[in-house]
C-alpha cells in the first residue's frame, strides 16, 4: 500500500505505474481516492475548527455565568450542543470517508522499482545469471514421481483417499532426504547468522490483509470455518505479522530470521502435466528467510537473501539461474522480484524453485511496523522475504541432478550427515 500523501501529491506517477503492471481496470481508482480524500480533508477540517470553536465557547459560558449573564450563557450552550450534533456527523463521515479511501488503496499496486523490467507476464521475465553448468545425462531420466516410487518413497493413491488430490504420503529414504534437506536449510541460514523461528501457523485476518493482496489472499489461503484463523500459505505471512503495531529501536536492525513452517495453499486453477505428482500442491513445507530493515538498506539486502539461496542450491551440485520478474508478473505489493529456477536435466530446462522479494514499505504501512530512530523521529521499516529450499519441489530438482544410471541417487556430501552418512539412495523397485 502506498502512501496517499505520494499519491495525492503525484497521481500521475501512480497511473503510469499501474499501466505498466498493465492493470489499467484500476486506473479509475486513482481519481476516485483524489475525491474521497479531498471529502476527507474538508470534514477534517471543519470538525476541527468546530473543535476549536467548542473549547472557546466552553470558557466563554463559564465567564457569562461568572458574570450573571444566564441568557447569553444558555444561547451558548445551546450552540454548543447544535455544534456537537454536527461534530458527531462529521466524525462519523471521516471515519467512513477513510474506510472507503483504505479500501480502495489496498487495492492499487505499489510503485515498483526503476530497475524491474516492464512486461506482460512471467513469460517476459529477464534472466539475469546462471550459476553452475546445467548437465543432460546420456541415459533416460524419470518424471520425479516415477524416481520416488523406485526408491518406494512415494504414495499418491494413499494420500488421495485420505486428502483428495494434492496431497501425498513421503515414505522411507524420501522422508528422511525431505527432512534432512530442510535441517541443512536451517543450520545453513544460522551460519549466515540468521534467527532460526517456528511461527505459528495460523494468523488472522488483519495480519492476511497486511501481508498479502486480496488476490493472492482469494487464490491461496484456507479460511478455519467459524474463527477468525487462516492456514498460513507461507511462514513469511506470521514471520512478518509478529512486528504488528511494533517500533523498532533503530539500532536493533536489520532483523534477520529463517522461519520453519508447513504451508497450505489452495492452487487453484488448472495445471499441465509437468505439474502433476508433487511440484504443485496444497501442502508442503518450507524453510524461508525474512528482513525488516532500515528503507536505505533494503537494496542491499535483496541481493544478499537471493545470494543465500543460491549459495545453497548450488553446495548441492544443483545448477541454478535467477530471473528477474517483469512487472506484470509482480504481485501488487512488491517492489522487485527474482526468482531461482533450479535446472531440470529431465526437461532440459529451468523451473522455479524460490522466490525473493522486496516490499519496501508497504506491507509495514499495513502492519504499522515502524523504526524508530536515535533523534526519536519514527519512519516505516522495509520488510523482505526468500525461500531458503521448498520441499518436495527442491526435491524434484535434487533428485533429477543426483539420479544415476543405475536408478540409485547420489547424496552430495554436505547433506550426508543429515542422512546417518549415506552416499547412495539405492533404487529398491
Not at 49 to 72: C, T
Not at 186 to 194: K, L
Request: proline share 5%; glycine share 6%.
Amino acid at each position: 500500500m502506498i502512501d496517499i500523501k505520494f499519491l495525492r501529491e503525484h497521481p500521475d506517477v501512480v497511473k503510469q505505474n499501474i499501466k505498466n503492471k498493465f492493470q489499467d481496470s484500476k486506473l479509475p481508482l486513482v481519481d476516485e481516492v483524489m475525491v474521497l480524500d479531498e471529502k476527507a480533508r474538508t470534514a477534517k477540517k471543519e470538525a476541527d475548527d468546530l473543535r476549536a470553536n467548542r473549547n472557546k465557547l466552553s470558557k466563554q459560558i463559564g465567564a457569562l455565568m461568572a458574570q450573571g449573564k444566564k441568557e447569553e450563557a444558555e444561547a451558548a450552550k445551546k450552540e454548543v450542543t447544535k455544534q456537537a450534533e454536527r461534530l458527531k456527523e462529521l466524525e462519523t463521515q471521516e471515519t467512513e470517508l477513510q474506510e472507503k479511501i483504505r479500501n480502495i488503496m489496498l487495492s492499487i499496486p505499489n510503485i515498483i522499482d526503476p530497475s524491474v523490467p516492464i512486461g506482460r507476464d512471467d513469460s517476459e521475465n529477464v534472466e539475469v545469471q546462471k550459476f553452475g553448468e546445467p548437465v543432460v545425462p546420456d541415459f533416460e531420466i524419470p518424471y520425479h514421481s516415477e524416481i520416488m516410487e523406485a526408491l518406494n518413497g512415494l504414495d499418491l493413491d494413499s494420500a488421495r483417499k485420505v486428502a483428495g488430490n494434492g496431497f501425498y504420503y513421503l515414505m522411507g529414504d524420501i522422508a528422511r532426504l525431505h527432512s534432512a534437506i530442510i535441517s541443512y536449510a536451517r543450520d545453513f541460514m544460522i551460519d549466515r547468522g540468521f534467527t532460526y523461528c517456528i511461527p505459528p501457523f495460523m494468523i488472522r485476518s488483519n495480519v492476511v490483509t497486511g501481508v498479502m493482496s486480496f488476490a493472492e489472499m482469494d487464490a491461496m489461503m484456507y479460511k478455519i470455518e467459524g474463527e477468525d484463523l487462516y492456514l498460513i500459505g507461507t511462514s513469511e505471512h506470521s514471520m512478518i505479522g509478529k512486528f504488528i503495531d511494533t517500533i523498532i529501536p533503530e539500532e536493533e536492525l536489520p532483523k534477520t530470521l529463517t522461519s520453519y513452517s508447513p504451508c497450505f495453499r489452495k492452487e487453484k486453477g488448472a495445471h499441465g502435466i509437468e505439474e502433476r505428482g508433487v511440484y504443485r500442491i496444497h501442502q508442503f513445507e518450507k524453510q524461508e528467510m525474512i528482513v525488516v530493515c532500515k528503507p536505505e538498506d533494503s537494496p542491499m539486502w535483496f541481493d544478499k537473501l537471493w545470494q543465500n539461496t543460491v549459495d545453497l542450491f548450488r553446495s548441492l551440485d544443483i545448477p541454478v539461474r535467477t530471473l528477474e520478474c517483469c512487472s506484470g508478473d509482480l504481485a501488487d505489493l512488491k517492489v522487485k522480484s527474482v526468482d531461482v529456477e533450479a535446472w531440470s536435466p529431465r526437461q532440459k530446462k529451468y523451473f522455479e524453485v524460490g522466490s525473493c522479494s522486496n516490499l519496501g514499505d508497504a506491507q509495514a504501512r499495513r502492519l504499522q511496523i515502524r523504526v524508530k530512530a536515535e533523534d526519536g523521529s519514527k519512519y516505516l521499516a522495509h520488510t523482505l522475504n526468500n525461500t531458503v529450499v521448498a520441499p518436495p519441489r527442491m526435491l524434484i530438482a535434487f533428485l533429477e541432478n543426483n539420479l544415476q544410471a543405475d536408478g540409485s541417487v547420489r547424496i552430495p556430501e554436505k547433506l550426508r550427515p543429515y542422512m546417518g552418512g549415506k552416499e547412495f539412495l539405492e533404487k529398491t523397485k
